[in-house]
């Protein structure tokens, strides 16, 4: 099992990223998929999550309107488009993977992208 994000890096405000999330070795169009975040000193949480066909969708307050999570089963794989950037959006984003059925903690993490937002 592998869940590999990509996409992250160094952009100033204002500017825009897209995060992908590549995943292998797990039915993944069966998973929910999330989007978190851990910036220096600051607990994880929650930016963004979809349902495992990708008809609902959930953000946090302080990225709405500017982030939007989406997914290609086909392609195993969910992104995170983050448009508007801030200096506070400045953290390590991880994608999970969480078996539908199931509610709880996610079953699989990525290995994490920095993203910085900084002029």
């Known amino acids: 099992v592998a869940l590999v994000e990509s996409g992250g890096g160094l952009v100033q405000p204002g500017g825009s990223l897209r995060l992908s999330c590549a995943a292998s070795g797990f039915t993944f169009s069966a998973y929910a998929m999330t989007w978190f975040r851990q910036a220096p000193g600051k607990e994880r949480e929650l930016v963004a999550d979809?349902?495992?066909?990708?008809?609902?969708?959930n953000y946090a307050d302080s990225v709405k309107g500017r982030f939007t999570i989406s997914r290609d089963n086909a392609k195993n794989t969910v992104y995170l488009q983050m448009n508007s950037l801030k200096p506070e959006d400045t953290a390590v984003y991880y994608c999970s993977a969480r078996w539908a059925p199931r509610v709880g903690a996610p079953d699989y993490w990525g290995q994490g992208t920095q993203v910085t937002v900084s002029s």
């Open positions: 979809i349902t495992h066909g990708g008809g609902r969708t």
